[in-house]
């Protein structure tokens, strides 16, 4: 039986994390070299740790560059790393795709491209399309992230602002070869939604942003209106025979690291039962949800008896209402704490796999009983801290923030909550 709960939850979460690690997972889906040029490129918070890992698995020539997250770099000798603005695209990030489009511009058909892309890839690969500013996308990426909007409801957006997303570096790199290795951090793991799909065919519409941009009553700049009233602002589409030689890998994803941790969990004895790998919602809804399904098991035994570990990934969202300090993950759990009113026997750890909760320096945090009592003890409302969007404030408080620091890979959010024995009703 479990000693310490709150190390074992986050003995699931460092499992899961290593499921998802580059070293781990991308020298099994290389291709073989090519008779031309190598060209590697990449865009994403794993991205110069999947680099590293090329490297040292490729032995013949290679050259190239990518772009991931301030803080994410790590040594490489033959690919040249760029770290830039993440949620926020910057002048840095600008540049960066600048140049990969300039590596990619002219290869011929001996030729390969290897794209390295993972979660934040969007925000890292940023060349605003023609006659737009990147300060016009700064503003529309600013709306979107408070609007509550999905992961693929903001790609839909920024694929047709771009002159990089939605299949358009592939389509700059024909007719070379290229193959696309990919570390999913969407729910449902659509090749076109990762990093806004720069190398492959996109099924979203300029009508579909523009729906997007309308239901969210996102105010655009002129220039973003306009150019979304032009055909030149669509995409690739399936069929598009610029993209007939680009292939796609996907080396990880939610689901791999959910199963990691649910192995952990059953050579303890204790049952996993994995939800979803592809949960979406207001997190602090999502949060009630899940507080109901364990106090299911706690009750009733159903879907599994105590012990047991519920487990779920995806990407919850939060519509920013109040000036606190937040994190879709640590919002979760302060809705999960308040649904369960300290019911005894039951843990809860939610955290983002890439290290960072929002814009925090933590990955998430973790609920215990006596979470609410703790916090009353310091005069704190959780009620009204969610209200403020301060979950990242509450937990702060409590001492129950989870800090990893980067951990250069990314399958998004992952949560457990431990359902013990003592749970049971008159245990």
């Not at 994803?253 to 919602?281: W, Y």
Request: with cysteine; glycine share 12%.
């Amino acid at each position: 039986m479990i000693d310490d709960p709150r190390a074992f939850l986050r003995e699931l979460f460092d499992a899961a994390v290593a499921r998802a690690d580059p070293a781990r997972v991308v020298a099994d889906f290389l291709p073989d070299p090519p008779r031309g040029r190598a060209v590697v490129i990449g865009a994403g918070k794993a991205s110069a740790a999947m680099a590293q890992a090329v490297e040292r698995a490729w032995k013949h020539a290679i050259e190239g560059l990518v772009v991931t997250r301030y803080g994410h770099a790590v040594p490489c000798e033959r690919i040249e790393v760029i770290e830039a603005g993440h949620p926020e695209p910057d002048a840095a990030g600008r540049e960066a795709s600048r140049r990969i489009l300039e590596l990619v511009q002219g290869l011929g058909e001996d030729d390969l491209v290897l794209c390295l892309i993972s979660g934040g890839g969007s925000a890292l690969l940023v060349d605003p399309a023609d006659g737009l500013t990147l300060e016009d996308k700064l503003a529309v990426t600013r709306s979107l992230l408070k609007s509550g909007a999905t992961i693929h409801e903001m790609n839909a957006v920024r694929k047709h602002l771009s002159g990089i997303k939605g299949g358009r570096l592939a389509a700059r790199a024909a007719p070379a070869r290229v193959v696309t290795l990919a570390i999913s951090d969407v729910p449902g793991d659509d090749p076109s939604v990762i990093a806004s799909g720069p190398t492959v065919p996109d099924t979203s519409t300029r009508a579909d942003a523009k729906e997007v941009l309308e239901r969210f009553r996102i105010d655009v700049p002129e220039r973003v209106a306009a150019w979304l009233e032009s055909p030149a602002s669509e995409t690739p589409k399936p069929g598009d025979a610029r993209l007939s030689r680009a292939e796609f890998r996907m080396v990880a994803t939610g689901q791999d690291a959910l199963e990691a941790a649910a192995e952990v969990a059953r050579r303890v004895g204790i049952k996993p039962l994995i939800l979803s790998d592809r949960i979406e919602g207001e997190a602090r809804e999502v949060g009630k949800i899940h507080a109901a399904i364990a106090q299911q098991a706690a009750r009733h035994g159903q879907p599994a008896a105590p012990p047991c570990v519920l487990l779920s990934g995806g990407e919850t969202t939060v519509t920013v209402r109040g000036e606190g300090r937040g994190g879709r993950n640590a919002e979760f759990l302060l809705g999960l704490a308040i649904a369960l009113g300290g019911a005894p026997g039951i843990y809860a750890l939610a955290c983002d796999t890439d290290g960072i909760d929002g814009t925090g320096e933590n990955a998430g945090a973790l609920v215990t009983p006596d979470t609410l009592k703790r916090a009353g003890g310091k005069g704190m409302d959780p009620s009204r801290l969610l209200a403020e969007n301060d979950a990242g404030g509450f937990f702060e408080r409590l001492g129950d923030l989870v800090v990893t620091g980067p951990t250069r890979t990314n399958v998004n959010d992952f949560r457990a909550i431990l359902v013990m024995p003592d749970a049971r009703p008159g245990a």
